[in-house]
């Protein structure tokens, strides 16, 4: 009898215990994508946060891509000076300020996320929750 007892509590715990596994995988909060290249950026999210970070990138990226037309369009992180973000009725405009001061205009995937790395720690942050992007020297 007592068998049966530890066989059904082991079956009982084990699917708590397997789970336990995936809270430091590779969506912990203190990871963040590593990049072969090395950019600093300046974030302002939608209620006027503003975070400086080191080590940024755009999904593990380091170019922003959306749509133009029927297009996608790749800018690499080196030729951007700015981006302002705009949310309406669901779709995401990239308002993109070139260093050589020519913009463009894309629309951007909504779910992407940002990372970086802080003073005092990582960031993450949706783009849709982010006012500005500003890329530092």
């Given amino acids: 009898m007592k068998r049966l ?3 059904l509590l082991i079956m009982l715990c ?4 397997l789970g336990m596994g995936s809270m ?10 590593v990049t072969e ?23 593990g990226k380091t170019f922003i891509d959306g749509v133009k037309g029927k297009g996608t369009y790749t800018i690499p992180f080196e030729e951007i000076k700015s981006v302002t ?9 990239g308002f993109i300020l070139l260093k050589n001061n020519n913009k463009d205009e ?3 995937d909504k779910d992407y996320k940002v990372y970086g790395r802080t003073h005092s720690g990582t960031f993450q942050i949706g783009v849709s929750g982010l006012k500005k992007m500003i890329m530092g020297e």
């Fill in 85 to 93: 973000f705009f949310l309406k009725e669901g779709e995401l405009k």
């Fill in 37 to 59: 290249k090395k950019f600093n950026a300046t974030f302002v999210d939608q209620m006027d946060v503003v975070t400086t970070c080191t080590d940024v990138s755009i999904e």
């Fill in 24 to 33: 430091t995988g590779d969506n912990s909060p203190d990871k963040i994508p």
């Fill in 106 to 108: 894309l629309i951007l």
């Fill in 14 to 17: 084990a699917p708590l215990m």
């Fill in 5 to 7: 007892y530890l066989c």
